[in-house]
């Protein structure tokens, strides 16, 4: 394509469609997450190409427009993109546009959509961790009148508790954009979404004591219903200090 005719998604689709070489066109980002696209909404595709196989289709690896990103990806480099990493969430919401494996592409996403249980709780542990240590470093700063670092640590505590949350679910945590969007449709259980969210907002925007440990009152409840009594014990009677008074 010319400068005056850039590749548009529509083409490259049809181009990739007609090469055996492809085995899987995936499609994430807005476009993949129905009502969050806009106007300065590009295609976000990923090319997966059957392993060893030699294809002209190379030369658009890196492609970037505002119109169309394209990845080219081995089979093998796809099966493995996200697990872990930042993909995974992007991944596991994408769009599979073409699968040339009779499903295989889609169990690949599926796969990606849903962290094994062991990942799940060793994940869970250790964001109940962090979630606690920025939850109390919050508390001890607005006690010692640090206001700005009591709200930072209290946006990090917010942070870190969607992401105990999601893999409590068993789930990777969804960007901050398609938070939202995500538990509009795939709630949390035991979870209300409209709490949950003023709660992290007002958390985040406030760092308000009262709030946080009215917050980690419920995460205490879940959390050792979930199983990780022995991280939340470990903070020994500094739990008093987080704990609703």
Do not use: C
Not at 168 to 194: A, C, F, I, Q, V
């Amino acid at each position: 394509m010319t400068a005056q005719q850039p590749l548009t998604y529509d083409a490259f689709a049809e181009l990739a469609a007609s090469d055996p070489a492809v085995v899987g066109l995936v499609l994430k980002g807005s476009r993949a997450h129905d009502g969050m696209t806009t106007r300065h909404s590009d295609h976000d595709v990923y090319v997966v190409l059957a392993d060893d196989a030699t294809t002209d289709l190379t030369r658009f690896a890196g492609h970037r427009t505002a119109q169309l990103d394209l990845v080219v990806i081995s089979l093998s480099d796809f099966r493995a993109a996200g697990m872990p990493g930042f993909e995974r969430y992007a991944l596991a919401r994408a769009h599979v546009v073409l699968d040339r494996l009779d499903g295989g592409i889609a169990r690949m996403i599926a796969d990606k959509a849903s962290l094994e249980t062991e990942e799940a709780f060793r994940n869970a542990s250790d964001w109940l961790d962090a979630y606690a240590n920025s939850l109390y470093r919050s508390l001890k700063n607005h006690r010692d009148g640090q206001t700005l670092a009591a709200r930072l640590d209290a946006a990090d505590s917010a942070r870190f508790l969607l992401e105990l949350l999601f893999a409590t679910d068993r789930r990777p945590r969804p960007y901050n954009k398609y938070l939202e969007w995500e538990l509009s449709r795939h709630p949390l259980p035991g979870w209300d979404t409209g709490v949950l969210l003023r709660a992290v907002d007002d958390i985040s925007a406030t760092g308000d004591p009262a709030l946080q440990r009215n917050m980690f009152t419920l995460v205490e409840a879940a959390a050792r219903e979930a199983g990780h009594g022995d991280v939340l014990d470990a903070w020994g009677e500094d739990l008093y200090f987080m704990r609703t008074r």
